[in-house]
């Protein structure tokens, strides 16, 4: 018998949640009213997704990297940013022209360039050091955007950026939306399970675990930490750009501090020790954010993350993917006496 190795289980899982994922609409189509399926497929499902490949950027980070930056939810706003800026039809228009294709391209660039910026900044720190000057980055970004009218806005922002049309339908959609962001989250997921296990992400799992050694060995550590930063930014601009998609334009409080925490928190839920947790965090962060309401108290919404933030840490400080794990092992350590039984 061949020994199921942690990488192929990894890949089964991942094609059984997005067969699972893929089959939603359908699945709640069957059993909702058409309003309230299509409310649960993009309100809460499709949004996960969107905070999910946004979340994922920073698990890929602390999870292969060792680092826990702050700025990836500045880092994906300013992708949409630059979407709202280049493409045509946004209001205000600030620069305009631009067809959808261009101008997601130039948003995912340039968030690419704004994560390179940052691991370029924060390359000599770490731990603490690492939060705090991701942290500053995000605050001073998010001051600029809010007070810079002329490109920016203000406070109001750019609105009306309603996303390209796929097959004659308008992104706005909801199962355009769906799976597109579906497509996108599900090739953004397989790339990070590609890099981490090509030369350069294994070197930057060497650099996590031991960066004197790795250096010794002739690599070059900072530019390889630098260039993580770069990858965390492309996976986190394509967030930001759907996430501008979904709430048709883009605002400073999109990129506040309040968001910047919420990725975190989704992700620590989710557990920082594989990129799917962002999903599972992610999705969670959004049922209870959209059932607030009905749960305990719109208002007292923080309240009532925080006390599930605290719970999953303390009864699992890596999140629910391990509640799953030790689930998973007292299964099979249960299934043992079973099968000596049965042999014996």
Known sequence: MTQDTAPSRAVRWSLLLLAALVLVPFALLAVLPVNQAQFWTSNIVGRALVFGIIAMSLT??????????????????????????????AVPSVVGGLGYPAAILSGVLAATLAGLLVGLI???T?????????LALAMGVFRFIETNISWFNGYEGIRNVVGPELFG??????????????????????????????????????????????AALGYDVGLHRIASFGVAGFIAGWGGVL???????ISPGSIGLGATVNILIMSVIG??????????????????????ASIYDRNRFNTLIGLIFLVIVLVSPDGVIGIGKRMSRLFRRSERPAVKEARS
Request: proline content about 3%.
């Open 122 to 124: 924060s390359v000599r």
């Open 243 to 249: 996430s501008t998609f979904y709430n048709i334009g």
């Open 60 to 89: 890929f980070l602390a999870t292969y990297g060792g680092f826990i930056s702050l700025a990836q939810m500045t880092v994906a706003g300013i992708a949409g940013y630059t979407v709202a800026i280049l493409v045509q039809g």
């Open 126 to 134: 770490r731990d603490i050091y690492l939060l705090m000057i991701t």
């Open 271 to 292: 557990g920082l020790g594989h990129p799917i947790g962002a999903f599972i965090g992610a999705l969670i962060f959004s049922v209870f954010d959209t059932f607030a």
């Open 169 to 214: 339908l308008p992104f706005r959609n909801t199962y355009v939306f769906y799976f597109s962001t579906l497509a996108t989250a599900a090739a953004l997921y397989a790339l990070v399970l590609y890099i981490v296990r090509s030369p350069f992400g294994l070197v930057l799992q060497g650099i996590r675990d031991n960066p004197r050694r790795v």
